[in-house]
Nanobody, 113 residues
């Protein structure tokens, strides 16, 4: 069964940090992306990483987010520091570009005092 499972989200105060993880099963790990969808907004691509480790960032995170991956563990990470209330969203991983069938439940991130 092909599946992507996100984890690591939660409630954090402004200025805090979180590390999101996404583990794949049943699928070869190609170029991967982290996406997010804030309440009332469209889902957007935050960052992507090729299998070789080349990264791109697509929203203005001012260097606060870092995408990385461990191919041996079929896992991609998103390290987020200095979180702001506007980072509040459900975060998803998927291929880049995404495959509709691979959207999972995501992991919610809430930045609030």
């Amino acid at each position: 069964q092909v599946q992507l499972v996100e984890s690591g989200g939660g409630l954090v105060q402004p200025g805090g940090s979180l590390r999101l993880s996404c583990t794949a099963s049943g699928v070869v790990f190609y170029e991967m992306g982290w996406y997010r969808q804030a309440p009332g907004e469209d889902r957007e691509l935050v960052a992507s990483i090729t299998r070789e480790g080349k990264t791109d960032y697509f929203v203005s995170t001012e260097g606060r987010f870092t995408i990385s991956r461990d191919n041996a563990k079929n896992t991609v990470f998103l390290q987020m520091v200095s979180l702001k209330p506007e980072d509040t969203a459900v975060y998803y991983c998927n291929f880049a570009p995404p495959l509709r069938a691979l959207w999972g439940q995501g992991t919610p991130v809430t930045v609030s005092s």
